[in-house]
């Protein structure tokens, strides 16, 4: 299984990046995809999540509003748009894959607390300044 992730850069505040995370070796359809991010000397948390087989989703309340899930099936990849872009939205960002995922939003977000995600990509570096 290899999830790669893609699309990070340095951009000013209030700019915006798109992330891209394509999975191969994995049965991507009807699985979940999470996206985290660690910024240095804090825990990894969880940003969003989404159902590769339907239309549910979760993104985390301290990016609600400025980023978005969305996936492309026939690609096997899952992107996260970030607008108005913050220095403190500074950090590593890893796309994460599980077999296990639900239709219900507050499973979901539980399952992304708990970075319950069995498949990781090697990150990518987003800084905002």
């Known amino acids: 299984v290899q999830l790669v992730e893609s699309g990070g850069g340095s951009v000013q505040a209030g700019g915006s990046l798109t992330l891209s995370c394509e999975v191969s070796g994995y049965t991507y359809t009807s699985s979940c995809m999470g996206w985290f991010r660690q910024a240095p000397g804090k825990e990894r948390e969880g940003v969003a999540a989404?159902?590769?087989?339907?239309?549910?989703?979760y993104i985390a309340d301290f990016v609600k509003g400025r980023f978005a899930l969305s996936r492309d099936n026939a690609k096997n990849t899952v992107y996260l748009q970030m607008n108005d872009l913050q220095p403190e939205d500074t950090a590593m960002y890893y796309c994460a894959a599980d077999a296990t995922c639900y239709t219900d939003v507050a499973k979901l977000a539980l399952k992304l607390s708990r970075r319950d995600f069995g498949y990781w990509g090697q990150g990518t570096q987003v800084t905002v300044s």
């Open positions: 989404l159902y590769t087989g339907g239309g549910t989703s």
